[in-house]
Antibody, heavy 121, light 108 residues
């Protein structure tokens, strides 16, 4: 079955770079049409889509955050990595990764459990 | 970027009520719309995909409709376990994707 799990630091300091890893199983990012997205949710607030990486290494970013985000994949390890630079307390959120079964038209069908990242000095 | 609005932002309803939530896109998105349910401290759960297709395992009291710029999620008879926040997501084939701001459904 499809599973995804986010990992990374629970606490980062302002101005630091956050690196999160999504480790998945049950599918391969080398499969044509497959992709993975990152989403976040500040405490008590709405969901926010962040980035997507496709099987063919195409990458897409939130317009408001694209200067701070980098998404990459390691197909051999079944991992997707998201880095976010210059962290600020407003970036405190639960960060989720999710699968998209077909980049050309599907949405987020499987989600990880999320990882809470707090930005504080 | 495509902007999404939802109405209402919050509502109080009783068990057995018919509930309708509307999601509007700032430009046409065909049927590239999904609905998610989220309970406090839990992962969002997909209810509807492609605007009107029911996710496997989701009760049939949930339904979705719409195309283009206006979409609705309907719960035909609200159950106690349905009190939650509902989000729409537009995933028009070219990103960025956009979530709606959410609709919180609580007990009257």
């Amino acid at each position: 079955q499809v599973t995804l799990r986010e990992s990374g630091p629970a606490l980062v300091k302002p101005t630091q770079t956050l690196t999160l890893t999504c480790t998945f199983s049950g599918f391969s990012l080398s499969t044509s049409g497959m992709c993975v997205s990152w989403i976040r949710q500040p405490p008590g607030k709405a969901l926010e889509w962040l980035a997507r990486i496709d099987w063919d290494d195409d990458k897409y970013y939130s317009t408001s955050l694209k200067t701070r985000l980098t998404i990459s994949k390691d197909t051999s390890k079944n991992q997707v990595v998201l880095t976010m630079t210059n962290m600020d307390p407003v970036d405190t959120a639960t960060y989720y990764c999710a699968r998209i079964g077909y980049c050309g038209g599907d949405d987020l069908d499987y989600w990880g459990q999320g990882t809470l990242v707090t930005v504080s000095s | 970027d495509i902007q999404m609005t939802q109405s209402p932002s919050a509502m109080s309803a009783s068990v057995g009520d018919r509930v309708t939530i509307t999601c509007r896109a700032s430009q046409g998105i065909s049927n590239y719309l999904a609905w998610f349910q989220q309970k406090p401290g839990k992962v969002p759960k997909r209810l509807i995909y492609a605007a009107s297709s029911l996710q496997s395992g989701v009760p049939s009291r949930f339904s979705g409709s719409g195309s283009g710029t206006e979409f609705t999620l309907t719960i035909s008879s609200l159950q106690p376990e349905d009190f939650a926040t509902y989000y729409c997501l537009q995933h028009n084939s070219y990103p960025p994707f956009t979530f709606g701001p959410g609709t919180k459904v609580d007990i009257k």
